[in-house]
């Protein structure tokens, strides 16, 4: 189900003994975190309806909260789909498919792409499923002005942080892609279907103009946070990327995602998602293990840390050097 089957044999590797003691989901932390986090959002959407007459401010502040517990159940819904949350295959699925409409993502579609990403990133030869687009130099140099602008255009801030956000979770996550089966294509329209009569059934107690003024600064505010650790894990200075022939998974794991070091309080919203090294050595580890893991083995803390401020370096690197081995800015070619 997971790449993580196509690790190479190795009974030997310190690494693969000690991830192992992480890979079991406790079913009680697991519901408890659906509480708090599924729930909350429920509980805080209530709340907006609420002082939507009495306060559109107060109800813009709690959509940044709303916001925050949104990214949580993403979270969720991301680690049910790599079988992590639940031991149990079927339980796992339902609670994804579940989120997956809380947080405008279907379950199949995203997964299957998340699944290649796992088993492609840092390879200079798979990019272009489940990633940022990154060029290297050379390749670059060889666009025409229009690619070349259109790549500066997708690799801007503004727009990656600005406007995808809305793009990607209200249009994109709805259009199946090509090489999709007519199987998982029916999947993706059954979940854009299941949305749009949850969304209908919401419009039609509490009216259109209630309800897109509460969803949509909380979809853009969680959508915006969760493309910035989507971009921060894969995108910053000494980056791992190589060939398919240098390609190993342990070392792309390591050094090719970010160990991201978030202040307490957002760590727990992003459900340690930051320990993303660790969290591509193994998909198994249920996300609320991620840090345990980490804090218990001195072999996951020599990585150099990513911090909160070091972070907006990342919004500056635009392309991959072959020749440096390192992400770097236009200007710097």
Not at 153 to 178: E, H, S
Not at 211 to 227: C, E, K, N
Not at 252 to 257: F, I, P, Q, R, T
Request: glycine share 6%; net charge positive; hydrophobic share 45%.
């Amino acid at each position: 189900m997971d790449n993580f089957s196509t690790i190479k044999k190795d009974s030997n590797a310190e690494w693969i003994e000690i991830i192992k003691r992480y890979n079991s989901p406790d079913p009680v932390k697991s519901w408890w975190q659906i509480i708090n986090s599924l729930g909350a959002y429920i509980v805080l959407w209530v709340i907006m309806i609420l002082t939507f007459k009495t306060s559109y401010w107060l109800t813009l502040i709690l959509s940044v909260l709303a916001a925050g517990f949104m990214v949580r159940t993403f979270i969720i819904f991301h680690d049910c789909g790599h079988g992590s949350f639940f031991k149990s295959k079927s339980l796992n699925k339902v609670i994804g498919i579940i989120t997956g409409l809380v947080v405008f993502t279907p379950y199949h579609k995203w997964h299957n792409e998340h699944r290649i990403h796992h088993q492609t990133v840092g390879n200079l030869d798979k990019r272009g499923t489940g990633d940022v687009m990154t060029l290297t130099v050379d390749e670059y140099i060889h666009l025409s002005r229009w690619r070349r602008f259109s790549y500066r255009l997708y690799r801007n801030p503004f727009f990656l942080f600005g406007v995808a956000p809305l793009l990607v979770f209200t249009l994109q996550q709805r259009v199946p892609a090509k090489h999709m089966t007519g199987k998982e294509k029916l999947y993706v329209h059954l979940s854009s279907l299941a949305i749009i009569a949850a969304v209908g059934l919401i419009i039609y107690f509490i009216g259109w103009k209630k309800f897109l003024f509460i969803q949509l600064p909380v979809l853009y505010i969680a959508g915006a946070h969760g493309l910035w650790l989507f971009y921060v894990q894969h995108q910053f200075r000494n980056v791992l990327w190589t060939n398919t022939e240098n390609w190993d998974y342990k070392s792309v794991a390591l050094k090719g995602s970010s160990l991201f070091k978030l202040p307490g309080i957002l760590n727990w919203f992003t459900g340690n998602i930051g320990y993303h090294h660790i969290h591509h050595l193994s998909p198994l580890i249920p996300n609320y293990n991620l840090k345990k893991c980490h804090n218990e083995n001195s072999l996951f803390q020599e990585i150099r840390p990513i911090t909160f401020w070091s972070a907006f370096e990342s919004l500056m690197l635009r392309l991959w050097d072959e020749k440096r081995q390192l992400l770097v800015r236009f200007n710097e070619i």
